[in-house]
């Protein structure tokens, strides 16, 4: 594999501003597709001002990543499949001018619009109070926010590397503290030259000595075209669990969509997914109802062993949206996802790795091809569907 470029872009401790970079060239070896490309810049105007954008194009799937929002991924194209959702807010947010302690702890919301958030990375899910320990060692309760701090905090190092194969862009994330938890997200970011997929590889490390508390969510938003009346999400799964009263409305038709609706109240589903044999290797797949176009997820359970399904089949001026959602835990107040022993704990020093691909599907043939795989995994066990919450899921 030949390195055809490596730059810096953001390096701890420099003054330089974000640079605009422009690079590009067409695709080799038969891979097919345009012309690949990579391109930096800053936005500006309103809420927007200062975010950085690493715009990736690999000749056929193009994304743009978002620095500022803690190595986020904006939005996505890949043919006809948009990698995407409108959202009320519209433009990315600069976490300079957002409170997370905003409606209860809501202000999370005031910037979400990504097609892939992180949620983390020392809390995740609902807001709510938890035990924590003070500078004197004593505990305390704090209220904790929804889906943590990640998605808001600016990268302190990025850099961009395109080889022979493919184009990484790479981010060095800090939520540290002083006496209190010191958590390092170091991500890689990768597509092959023509691929419709990307791969993310999130490494979070504890800096500090004492053991700390570590919890991740991808949250991967759809809206139009494949989400839509009569799009599926196709799973393999042991269990599916409503996670309230309100979704138990829905437990018949957990895995369909419908038509925008207007007052339309969101709706979870907590899933135990069955994986292959050796490995605990799964899929996740969202398709459109006609079964042309569609974005598969692949994972492991032991780097995400939950799955959550969040549906917000909302009026269009409010939000039309599904989120496919692997975790380390599901997304409950911390408090009550530790009495479950799906908290995670880094010791000093040590750290996790977890890896996904996101794969963009075009055409009947690719889509059923992923069915099938799908199949073979649900062949394995037989699935439970749950008409009522369960106490250990989220005790609602």
């Known amino acids: 594999m030949k390195t055809l470029h490596a730059i810096p872009l953001v390096t701890p401790g420099s003054s330089d501003p974000f640079p605009q970079l422009t690079l590009g060239g067409p695709l080799t070896d038969k891979k097919g597709g345009g012309d690949w ?88 899910g609902a807001p ?73 590889t999130d490494t979070v490390i504890n800096l500090g000595g004492n053991p700390a508390e570590h919890q991740m969510l991808y949250h991967i938003n759809y809206g139009a075209p494949l989400l839509e009346a009569g799009s599926r999400l196709v799973v393999p799964f042991c269990q599916v669990v409503p996670r309230d009263p309100r979704s138990t409305e829905g437990i018949e038709t957990h895995d ?47 780097d995400f062993p939950c799955f959550t399904l969040w549906k917000n089949t909302a009026g269009l001026a409010d939000g039309y949206v599904t989120g496919l959602e692997p975790a380390t835990s599901y997304p409950n107040v911390r408090r009550f996802e530790r009495e479950q022993g799906r908290v995670v704990t880094l010791a000093g020093g040590a750290s996790r790795t977890t890896t996904l691909t996101v794969e963009a599907l075009e055409g009947r043939k690719a889509v059923k091809a992923a069915e099938l795989e799908i199949a073979a995994l649900q062949k394995t066990v037989k699935p439970v569907v749950q008409p009522q919450p369960l106490p250990n899921f989220s005790g609602k």
């Open 37 to 124: 490309s990579l391109r930096t810049y800053t936005l500006r105007g309103g809420l927007q001002e200062g975010v950085q954008v690493v715009e990736v194009n690999n000749g056929r799937l193009s994304f743009a990543v978002l620095p500022t929002r803690g190595m986020g991924i904006w939005k996505g194209q890949c043919g006809n499949v948009r990698l995407a959702w409108d959202s009320p807010v519209k433009d990315p947010v600069n976490p300079a001018y957002l409170t997370e302690q905003d409606r209860g702890g809501l202000g999370w919301l005031k910037g979400f619009n990504e097609w892939f958030v992180r949620c983390g990375l020392n809390s995740m």
């Open 128 to 200: 709510g109070m938890d035990t924590v320990l003070d500078y004197s060692g004593n505990p305390y309760e704090v209220p904790l926010t929804l889906h943590g701090k990640i998605a808001n905090v600016p990268a302190r190092a990025v850099s961009v590397e395109v080889t022979s194969k493919g184009i990484t862009v790479r981010g060095e994330v800090d939520e540290t503290m002083m006496f209190g938890p010191a958590l390092r997200l170091n991500t890689e970011i990768f597509t092959a030259f023509g691929s419709g997929a990307m791969t993310v």
């Open 256 to 302: 369909r969509y419908g038509a925008p609706e207007q007052g339309f109240v969101e709706q979870a589903y907590l899933y135990e997914l069955a994986g292959s044999r050796n490995g605990k290797q799964t899929m996740a797949m969202l398709r459109n109802a006609a079964g042309d176009l569609a974005s598969l997820l692949r994972f492991s359970l032991k």
